[in-house]
């Protein structure tokens, strides 16, 4: 599992690494600083990134508009965007890009928190009305969104108002969400749920008997029917 990514495309170099201490103060990963988009672009090539924060101002050939422009057509990043003074007519500009939220300088590290909180919740929300083949699951654990490899999952557990999310390395996270929603997010060449507490990934199966089927070193019990479809699966 990996904490989110997220790459700082900000020319100012004193606003840059005051918003690079804040993320590492709430717990993500900044995996570049950019102060133009063409180096932004070099590292989105080299680093997998899962959110920018973007300067709509960049004193450059590239703007911070332009850049959200190629995001979109080649990367499909979601991204903030971050500015102080800005005339109409750009404003009706970027809101064409479709970011997921504006962050107003001065920028302070609690609003940054609900800033990406938005970003993420909303791109979540996009995706699952425009399904796609997603190679990770994106939850919440405490206070900040990490990423779960979806062939490194075994098996999630219902537990009501939580979901118990098994790893193949053996660790366990506790994710507060809804079975349903969870399992709306999984890939479903993939996923299946087997029960109302249980949603295994059929390619960690050992082997399955009539009611039962094996994932390591646990056996979970599977409806008829589903086992069934299972079998039509594997």
């Known amino acids: 599992m990996n904490t989110l ?5 900000e020319d100012e170099i004193i606003i840059a690494k005051a918003i690079s201490l804040y993320l590492t103060n709430l717990g ?12 932004a672009l070099a590292k989105l090539s080299e680093i997998e990134t899962d959110l920018v924060l973007l ?5 450059a050939e590239k703007n911070g508009i332009d850049l959200a422009e190629i995001i979109n057509e080649k990367y499909n990043v979601p991204f903030i965007y971050i500015t102080s003074n800005c005339d109409a007519n750009t404003l009706q500009k ?15 590290q609690h609003d940054l928190f609900s800033c990406i909180e938005i970003a993420m919740t909303n791109y979540e929300r996009l995706k699952k009305s425009n399904p796609v083949s997603n190679d990770y699951l994106i939850v919440k654990i405490g206070n900040i969104f990490k990423k779960i490899k979806c062939t490194d999952i ?10 118990d999310v098994n790893l193949a390395n053996g660790d366990k996270e506790l994710v507060r ?17 087997i029960s109302r507490f249980h949603i295994i990934n059929h390619q960690h199966i050992i082997d399955t008997k009539t009611n039962t089927v094996r994932i390591g070193q646990v056996e979970l019990p599977i409806r008829r029917e589903k086992r069934e479809e299972l079998l039509g699966r594997v």
Request: proline letters at 5%; one cysteine or more.
């Open 28 to 39: 993500y990963i900044v995996v570049f600083i950019a102060g133009t988009a063409e180096y």
């Open 55 to 59: 300067d709509i101002n960049l004193m």
């Open 154 to 163: 075994c098996y999630l557990e219902n537990k009501h108002n939580y979901i």
């Open 94 to 108: 970027a809101k064409k890009t479709e970011p997921l939220a504006f962050l107003v300088k001065p920028i302070k």
């Open 177 to 193: 969400a809804s079975f349903a929603e969870v399992l709306s997010r999984l890939p479903t060449d993939q996923f299946i749920q």
């Open 5 to 9: 990514r997220i790459g700082i495309v």
